[in-house]
């Protein structure tokens, strides 16, 4: 019987059904347990001869066609000549696994490159397996499975221990070194300084530049997160030096995808914006798409801390559909981060709050750490100026309890938050023992981390009218100035005009205010204009400046109103009209410390010396 006649008698069996004649006729099993049985009915070299026709059909349909081989069909090739029990499986696996990773498709990575893996370690091509175990081990990392990630590089560290491979064993070291440097639930510094220090002399006996710019990549990491960024951007262009002269396009990204981090957060802003378009170019022609949203993500992030709010929200809108494109969850949560400082600052609270709770949701989906520290903070923050400080609390301290147990290293971000909730509901001796936790000295280098913790001690001090508020406060405006950040020089100016006022130099605070309001409205940072425009009104009205005082009192009003309108409800706007209408009367109240009165002089009773109350004492 031909082969036609075989399938018309299928057809009328009903077993299959023709789906179409052109180009050729081609069927589908009537239902998938047909094919299955039809499949488990054959003998395993009938199965292993068919699969192997089939591959090389297909492939041989596409070299007629003259297009190159698309990952779809890589990776049904790939299977088939496993199926068959063919070597060219290992290339097919290997060209589907790249594409995935590509696109974001970390479970097909993985299943590709686990794979191709077998057919290497099979032919014993030693060569391959550094690139397939860190490939396999990427795609481990992208889906959360760190543990089976470090692993998958102890396996590679072992089978270059099994085939005498010093490079192999080496690259082993390297990936696992990584692991631990990076923030994931394997995060170890001192096992990560460890296996460099053992790492390094190796890569330098063996010559080999690659190893040694992944070493220094991974103490630039081990140094961020620990605090100390002159030493990370010591070993950070360290890494990039040795990545160039080596030629590995893809570890000079990855050195200078983190670099960004260490400029931003010492406040080198030429230095970060130079990196930030170098490392988005690479990454483009590369076509790494989850690194480039990554690398965008993180540019709106500082550009947002430097006050460049524009571009905050165009990094971060480019970012977000690029992850989109490619369904990546953990970038669809991170780019978000600049967007919420940018509108923060700028007074958009509705948008703020809408981002940043998304922002949390993707986080959640996505297994991304960080947020549950950082986000939590800032949505905490947003709700501090909107006048809720028990919710604002209650999100404080879940993001001090997440840094505390699951991420030290975000620790000042907990801490500041948690600070300065406190502090706005009179807890000022709570408050005291929570900045305790972190001292100034340790995040003096770090950007994102010095500036929640200068907010909180800056208005601690003020709550407590400190004796020496104006020295302190004028140490923290210049800490603010090294970073060259200008939402956080106008906060600290604003600070220090407040201090001074409360120690009865007036004119002091005037100038500063008359500085410092400029610049606020230039940046278009409400959330700072309005309490500069407040505080000048309480100045001008102590100087007996009536007309003065009215005028920006008004300008303060406007802004607060501007501020409400754009809130979603009216009991949002209502409650926020509330909060910050007592602001203003408070900050138009006389605001000078009274002279502190001459102690009684008693043989028989002491009074015990109690602190005196301020106003956020009273309050609470």
């Not at 993500?297 to 430097?306: E, G, L, N, P």
């Not at 993001?399 to 030290?408: C, I």
């Not at 340790?442 to 009218?465: D, K, N, T």
Request: with cysteine; net charge neutral.
């Amino acid at each position: 019987m031909s082969l036609p006649q075989r399938l018309s008698t299928l057809e009328r069996a009903d077993l299959i059904r023709l789906i179409t004649n052109q180009p050729e006729p081609a069927y589908r099993f009537r239902h998938a347990l047909v094919r299955e049985a039809v499949y488990a009915s054959l003998v395993r070299a009938d199965r292993k001869r068919l699969h192997l026709a089939a591959a090389e059909t297909l492939e041989a349909m596409q070299a007629v066609s003259g297009q190159p081989i698309s990952p779809e069909l890589a990776a049904l090739l790939a299977q088939h000549y496993h199926e068959a029990g063919d070597a060219r499986a290992q290339d097919h696996a290997t060209h589907a696994g790249q594409a995935a990773l590509t696109r974001f498709a970390n479970a097909e990575a993985l299943t590709h490159f686990t794979l191709a893996l077998e057919w290497a370690q099979r032919a014993g091509a030693t060569a391959e397996l550094a690139t397939l175990f860190a490939a396999r081990g990427r795609a481990l990392e992208l889906l959360g499975r760190f543990p089976e990630a470090l692993e998958n590089y102890q396996a590679l560290e072992a089978a270059g221990q099994a085939h005498g491979d010093q490079r192999l064993k080496l690259r082993g070291l390297v990936y696992q070194g990584k692991l631990r440097a990076t923030l994931n639930p394997l995060f170890n510094p001192d096992e990560g300084l460890r296996l460099a220090a053992a790492t390094l002399p190796l890569a330098e006996a063996l010559g080999d530049l690659e190893a040694q710019a992944g070493v220094h990549w991974n103490t630039l990491n081990l140094h961020r997160f620990t605090g100390n960024m002159p030493a990370a951007r010591a070993s950070g262009e360290q890494s990039l030096a040795l990545a160039r002269a080596a030629g590995d396009v893809e570890q000079e990204a990855a050195s200078l995808n983190d670099l960004l981090h260490v400029y931003g957060a010492l406040g080198a802003w030429p230095e970060q914006q130079a990196a930030a378009h170098d490392v988005a170019e690479r990454w483009r022609a590369l076509g790494n798409l989850p690194m480039l949203a990554d690398s965008l993500s993180t540019t709106s992030y500082y550009a947002a801390m430097r006050g460049d709010f524009d571009r905050a929200v165009a990094a971060s809108t480019e970012a977000g559909r690029i992850s989109r494109s490619i369904n990546n969850l953990w970038g669809q949560s991170y780019c978000l981060t600049g967007a919420v400082i940018a509108h923060w600052y700028r007074g958009e609270y509705a948008t703020g709050l809408s981002v940043v709770r998304e922002c949390l949701r993707l986080a959640g989906l996505a297994g991304f750490l960080g947020a549950f520290a950082l986000n939590r903070a800032q949505l905490a923050a947003l709700l501090l100026d909107l006048g809720q400080a028990p919710a604002a609390l209650d999100e404080a301290q879940a993001a001090f309890e997440f840094a505390e147990t699951r991420l030290p290293a975000m620790r000042p971000m907990g801490v500041s938050a948690l600070a300065l909730a406190q502090i706005r509901l009179g807890q000022l001796a709570s408050a005291a023992e929570t900045l305790e936790r972190v001292p100034l000295a340790s995040v003096q280098h770090m950007l994102p981390m010095a500036s929640g913790l200068y907010r909180a001690h800056g208005e601690l001090a003020l709550a407590r009218r400190a004796p020496d508020a104006v020295a302190d406060a004028e140490g923290r405006l210049a800490a603010m100035q090294a970073f060259q950040a200008p939402p956080l020089i106008i906060e600290g100016r604003l600070m220090l005009a407040q201090a001074l006022r409360l120690t009865g130099q007036l004119a002091a605070a005037r100038a500063l205010l008359l500085e410092a309001r400029p610049e606020a409205e230039a940046l278009g940072a409400r959330r700072l204009l309005w309490p500069i425009l407040a505080e000048l009104a309480g100045v001008a009205a102590e100087l007996d400046a009536a007309a003065e005082a009215d005028q920006w009192g008004a300008r303060a009003q406007a802004v607060v109103t501007a501020i409400a309108a754009g809130l979603p409800g009216v009991a949002e706007r209502a409650a926020f009209e509330r909060w910050a209408g007592r602001l203003l009367d408070e900050r138009r109240a006389p605001q000078t410390a009274p002279a502190p009165r001459p102690k009684r002089q008693s043989p028989r009773r002491r009074r015990p010396a109690v602190e005196p109350k301020t106003r956020n004492d009273r309050r609470a």
